[in-house]
């Protein structure tokens, strides 16, 4: 299960950040997750939920924010938006696309009392 994983090391750094700075309850976790990212939210939603269970984020929401997707086609030599890793180029069809963007799972910063 990736997205339990993907909660437990969101916990580890409230967990960590929580002692560093004196915090003994986190509210919300403001989360940015890239639409190429692969991570379903719902899914992560629930493993917080039973992750978090006698942590410093014990009950806390996830705000999410999707981040777009996005690449740079090779042939077009332009920016071009993507909603999966492996569509192709919507202007020529071609395959050869880098992602520049929407891979992003990361905990931008979270609301404590
Ligand atoms: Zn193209």
Redesign the pocket.
């Known amino acids: 299960m990736h997205e339990l994983s993907l909660a437990m090391s969101l916990l580890e750094v409230c967990e960590e950040e929580a002692t560093r700075i004196g915090v003994k309850k986190i509210k919300t976790l403001i989360v940015e997750v890239g639409e190429l990212s692969g991570v379903s939210v719902p899914a992560l939603d629930s493993a917080f939920g039973i992750a978090s269970r006698g942590t410093v984020a014990e009950g806390a929401a996830l705000s999410i924010r999707n981040m777009p997707g996005t690449g740079w086609?090779l042939?077009?030599e332009r920016a071009?938006r993507i909603q999966d890793p492996f569509r192709s180029?919507p202007?020529?069809?071609?395959s050869r696309i880098l992602p520049t963007g929407g891979m992003e799972f990361c905990l931008k910063e979270f609301v404590c009392d």
């Open positions: 086609c042939s077009c071009v180029c202007d020529c069809g071609g």
